[in-house]
T-cell receptor, first 114, second 116 residues
Framework: AQTVTQSQPEMSVQEAETVTLSCTYD???????LFWYKQPPSRQMILVIR??????QNATENRFSVNFQKAAKSFSLKISDSQLGDAAMYFC???????????FGAGTILRVKS | GAGVSQSPSNKVTEKGKDVELRCDPI?????LYWYRQSLGQGLEFLIY????????KSGLPSDRFSAERTGGSVSTLTIQRTQQEDSAVYLC??????????????FGDGTRLSIL
């Protein structure tokens, strides 16, 4: 079974600075998808960025980018120019190409200081 | 269009009672998922529906939990004889379904269930 580990329960960043959230995963599969979701206090899970494992190029969405290291099974999220609205719980998630359910990590609370 | 809609937003009930949680997916989405998020934890998969296929119930924690999806649209998650450990946020998601490539899951706001 696949597992996802987020080793940072909580992180803080100063507004306008850069922060990196860590995620590692365990799988025996060679093809899969990885995601970062944001969950603000409203509870709704918002997809931030996704990565296909067969693509070597790291995904980027505006201020959000990932560092995907397939051999190391690492998938970190970098948030540049942090904004107060980025404060939320961030979840890393894995999905097999053969399955449908998402496997989530325990989450990292991100606090943004003004 | 409208997103995934869940009701009620919050539910408080006494231990031992049955509860029903509702999910209305995005129109046209054939895949529907239920997840449970316990306090301070990540999401735990419960059940998955895809079209008319038999649901994947592999994540249901006990036989007190069941779900159905009527007409390929609205889904109801039922918890019988609730226990205090059932207290959690129950999140529903939908997607366009399986097929070539990835179909992102879109989540509702969840139902916060509190068992007294």
């Amino acid at each position: 079974a696949q597992t996802v580990t987020q080793s940072q329960p909580e992180m803080s960043v100063q507004e306008a600075e850069t922060v990196t959230l860590s995620c590692t995963y365990d799988t025996s599969e060679s093809d899969y998808y990885l995601f970062w979701y944001k969950q603000p206090p409203s509870r709704q899970m918002i997809l931030v960025i996704r990565q296909e494992a067969y693509k070597q190029q790291n995904a980027t969405e505006n201020r959000f980018s990932v560092n995907f290291q397939k051999a190391a099974k690492s998938f970190s999220l970098k948030i540049s120019d942090s904004q107060l609205g980025d404060a939320a719980m961030y979840f890393c998630a894995y999905r097999s190409v053969y399955g449908n359910k998402l496997v989530f990590g325990a989450g990292t609370i991100l606090r943004v200081k003004s | 269009g409208a997103g995934v809609s869940q009701s009620p937003s919050n539910k408080v009930t006494e231990k031992g009672k049955d509860v029903e949680l509702r999910c209305d997916p995005i129109s046209g989405h054939t895949a529907l998922y239920w997840y449970r998020q316990s306090l301070g934890q990540g999401l735990e998969f419960l059940i998955y529906f895809q079209g008319n296929s038999a649901p994947d119930k592999s994540g249901l924690p006990s036989d007190r939990f069941s779900a159905e999806r009527t007409g390929g649209s609205v889904s109801t998650l039922t918890i019988q004889r609730t226990q205090q450990e059932d207290s959690a946020v129950y999140l529903c998601a939908s997607s366009l379904g399986t097929g070539a490539g990835d179909q992102p899951q879109h989540f509702g706001d969840g139902t916060r269930l509190s068992i007294l």
